[in-house]
């Protein structure tokens, strides 16, 4: 392959179909809301009793992946319809008034209260996460995967650090409820986008659509899904056993993940790290994802799950980083690793599950991401009581396991059918 065709197929032929333009915009937005809240909350609570933190994130993790997503995508797949979606949209707008409601009115001290917050925000992201997976589904060709997923995974990055950096500066600057508003909207809105786009590209005999009216043709091509009502709200947790290599591995790069975002306002606070310097430092990675994307989008078209093993290699030298090096060095140095770290794990196992074109399939990484973030939250975060360096040695140990996991499978078999 060329140069030339190879930086095509990387960085422009992901955006030749308007529609996929849109969505990655679409997934910047909601990358921003979501995290933004996730950042904002988790450090606000974050004090020296972890209950409320931990409390929010165990009703955020278990309710969220484990029960709503999962539910939302089967509930997707039985009906398709403008009902369904237009349900979604109210369920985020009730999301948002209870969320105004209930942060005026808890006590950030009290785990009961946080854990109810949890549930108020799991009510506005999961809706445009199952919205945005069902677009992905549809839109990710078997020609261009890698790279169309790669670039969906950098643009979610830019909005996930966007977020994170407008968390911090709100916290560190301007509290108050005004910046939670902003990010439920930045989600309520793609969201709708998003349903509106998919309803009327189901039907490709409708010229007569938002998008054609603004000049933007609807794609020719793509998986068009169709709705089966006897779907099971159990078929997700049926597929676990379907196929083990690859739900293991998704339980450990939803842990993995977890542990380098979500779960980082908690052991950097606990660290002496501020909520500005952690959300503006995050912002590094920005770059290191802009350079690693193409390579990575190459390797997973090779289809011999290279990028997984590298991925899983450079997560366990980040933690060794903490180790040798001065936190501020080993921060630095980490935030980048990690950057390159999640995009190639992300590419590697999201396309995978993308390629098997269900919603069940993606019902059932919910659910793996669900209880591999539950058991770092468990076993990994108690760990913060103990001298720093066991939490380092555990963190490197799952992505060890992991690596040992992916060796021990032919990644080509590890592919949702």
């Given at each position: 392959?060329?140069?030339?065709?190879?930086?095509?197929k990387?960085?422009?032929a992901?955006?030749?179909?308007?529609?996929?333009?849109?969505?990655?915009?679409?997934?910047?937005?909601?990358?921003?809301?979501?995290?933004?809240?996730?950042?904002?909350?988790a450090?606000?609570?974050?004090?020296?009793?972890?209950?409320?933190?931990?409390?929010?994130?165990?009703?955020?993790?278990?309710?969220?992946?484990?029960?709503?997503?999962?539910?939302?995508?089967?509930?997707?797949?039985?009906?398709?319809?403008?009902?369904?979606?237009?349900?979604?949209?109210?369920?985020?707008?009730?999301?948002?008034?209870?969320?105004?409601?209930?942060?005026?009115a808890?006590?950030?001290?009290?785990?009961?209260?946080?854990?109810?917050?949890?549930?108020?925000?799991?009510?506005?992201?999961?809706?445009?996460?199952?919205?945005?997976?069902?677009?992905?589904?549809?839109?990710?060709?078997?020609?261009?995967?890698?790279?169309?997923?790669?670039?969906?995974?950098?643009?979610l990055?830019?909005?996930?650090?966007?977020?994170?950096?407008?968390?911090?500066?709100?916290?560190?600057?301007?509290?108050?409820?005004?910046?939670?508003?902003?990010?439920?909207?930045?989600?309520?809105?793609?969201?709708?986008?998003?349903?509106?786009?998919?309803?009327?590209?189901?039907?490709?005999?409708?010229k007569?659509?938002?998008?054609?009216?603004?000049?933007?043709?609807?794609?020719?091509?793509?998986?068009?899904?169709?709705?089966d009502?006897?779907?099971?709200?159990?078929?997700?947790?049926?597929?676990?056993?379907?196929?083990?290599?690859?739900?293991?591995l998704?339980?450990?790069?939803?842990?993995?993940?977890?542990?380098?975002?979500?779960?980082?306002?908690?052991?950097?606070?606990?660290?002496?790290?501020?909520?500005?310097?952690?959300?503006?430092?995050?912002?590094?990675?920005?770059?290191?994802?802009?350079?690693?994307?193409?390579?990575?989008?190459?390797?997973?078209?090779?289809?011999?799950?290279?990028?997984?093993?590298?991925?899983?290699?450079?997560?366990?030298?980040?933690?060794?980083?903490?180790?040798?090096?001065?936190?501020?060095?080993?921060?630095?140095?980490?935030?980048?690793?990690?950057?390159?770290?999640?995009?190639?794990?992300?590419?590697?196992?999201?396309?995978?599950?993308?390629?098997?074109?269900?919603?069940?399939?993606?019902?059932?990484?919910?659910?793996?991401?669900?209880?591999?973030?539950?058991?770092?939250?468990?076993?990994?975060?108690?760990?913060?009581?103990?001298?720093a360096?066991?939490?380092?040695?555990?963190?490197?140990?799952?992505?060890?396991?992991?690596?040992?996991?992916?060796?021990?499978?032919?990644?080509?078999?590890?592919?949702?059918?």
């Amino acid at each position: 392959m060329s140069i030339k065709t190879f930086l095509y197929k990387s960085l422009l032929a992901p955006f030749t179909s308007p529609e996929r333009a849109l969505l990655y915009i679409c997934a910047f937005l909601g990358a921003f809301g979501s995290y933004g809240l996730l950042i904002y909350l988790a450090f606000d609570y974050t004090q020296a009793n972890l209950s409320p933190v931990i409390s929010f994130f165990m009703s955020k993790i278990v309710v969220s992946h484990i029960i709503i997503a999962p539910a939302i995508l089967i509930f997707i797949r039985r009906y398709l319809n403008a009902q369904v979606f237009g349900g979604l949209n109210i369920m985020q707008w009730i999301g948002m008034i209870g969320l105004v409601f209930t942060m005026t009115a808890i006590d950030t001290s009290d785990p009961l209260d946080t854990f109810m917050i949890g549930l108020v925000i799991s009510m506005i992201t999961e809706p445009f996460f199952a919205v945005y997976q069902m677009m992905m589904i549809r839109l990710t060709t078997d020609e261009n995967r890698g790279h169309e997923v790669s670039m969906a995974e950098l643009c979610l990055k830019v909005g996930i650090v966007s977020g994170s950096i407008a968390a911090g500066l709100m916290l560190t600057f301007f509290p108050g409820i005004v910046f939670l508003i902003f990010a439920a909207m930045c989600l309520i809105v793609p969201t709708f986008i998003l349903a509106v786009m998919f309803i009327q590209t189901q039907n490709m005999d409708d010229k007569d659509s938002v998008m054609e009216r603004a000049g933007m043709p609807m794609e020719t091509k793509g998986t068009v899904l169709v709705a089966d009502k006897s779907v099971s709200f159990l078929a997700p947790f049926k597929l676990l056993f379907k196929d083990v290599p690859m739900a293991l591995l998704t339980i450990l790069q939803g842990g993995m993940s977890a542990l380098v975002t979500i779960y980082a306002p908690i052991w950097l606070k606990v660290l002496g790290f501020s909520a500005l310097a952690t959300s503006m430092v995050l912002g590094m990675q920005i770059t290191a994802r802009f350079l690693v994307g193409p390579f990575t989008g190459w390797l997973y078209e090779k289809g011999k799950g290279q990028e997984l093993f590298l991925a899983s290699a450079i997560f366990s030298v980040s933690w060794l980083l903490w180790i040798v090096l001065p936190y501020a060095a080993a921060f630095t140095g980490a935030v980048i690793l990690w950057a390159i770290y999640t995009h190639m794990m992300n590419v590697g196992l999201d396309g995978r599950w993308y390629a098997g074109k269900t919603l069940e399939g993606m019902a059932c990484r919910e659910v793996c991401f669900g209880i591999g973030r539950l058991a770092l939250l468990v076993i990994l975060i108690p760990l913060l009581a103990l001298p720093a360096f066991v939490f380092f040695l555990s963190s490197m140990a799952v992505g060890i396991v992991f690596i040992v996991i992916a060796f021990a499978f032919d990644s080509e078999r590890n592919v949702t059918k």
